[in-house]
């Protein structure tokens, strides 16, 4: 699994940063715009909405549990310093998809049990997308983390995000983990669609 966490650069804003990744064979979007107003969130999730439903894409909005049904999002995804995911999943119901970050096998079992229907766990590297970086995994915290959650026998889809490149993906699908999250990794990259295209097919062979 792909996901895309919106972002934005000089050259492209949120909106054209999902256009591209979801050419280029995306299927999961996160809207995170951090110091954006609700009406912002609104207005470009209006757009980021008919995109993803043009595309048969799931939506995700991050942090702003209040905004879940407004906008009409497929669900929320809750940082570490965020509602937490049981009050979120109060609010929502069981129809709405909940994520949750993590930095360790305890945040992994917390989330879980609150109700957490994935988990975005990381960073793998610094990043400069994302402020206020938990401590950083590398490949050995991800081989760590996953054997443990192996060993609980733990079948929730963990997702490997920060500054995560094509070529880091088959060490990091060995781990056990379901997908990774990536944002500038597509945003920066010379042609978003082919680069987009590259990493699902690196996915595809690690299955």
């Not at 570490?80 to 305890?106: C, H, Q, W, Y």
């Not at 992994?108 to 400069?128: C, S």
């Not at 991800?142 to 070529?167: D, F, H, N, T, W």
Request: proline share 3%; aromatic share 4%.
């Amino acid at each position: 699994m792909l996901q895309y966490i919106t972002h934005k650069t000089n050259n492209r804003d949120e909106i054209e940063g999902v256009r591209l990744a979801l050419r280029g064979g995306c299927r999961w979007i996160q809207l995170r715009m951090k110091d954006a107003s609700n009406d912002e969130i609104i207005e470009a999730a209006h757009s980021i909405k008919i995109l993803c439903r043009q595309f048969n894409a799931t939506f995700i909005i991050d942090d702003h549990v209040e905004l879940v049904k407004t906008i009409g999002a497929d669900g929320v995804h809750l940082g570490k310093n965020d509602m937490p995911v049981e009050t979120a999943r109060e609010l929502l119901g069981k129809g709405i998809i909940i994520g949750a970050t993590a930095n360790s096998f305890d945040d992994i079992i917390k989330a879980a049990n609150a109700g957490a229907d994935y988990i975005g766990l990381g960073p793998y590297r610094f990043t400069e997308t994302k402020k206020k970086l938990s401590p950083v995994l590398g490949l050995d915290g991800y081989r760590c983390i996953m054997k443990k959650c192996q060993e609980a026998r733990l079948s929730l889809p963990v997702i490997a995000i920060g500054g995560i490149g094509p070529y880091d993906i088959p060490q990091l699908m060995s781990t056990g983990i379901s997908g990774i999250a990536v944002s500038g990794t597509i945003l920066r990259a010379g042609d978003p669609v082919a680069t987009t295209q590259q990493i699902i097919n690196l996915l595809n062979q690690t299955i």
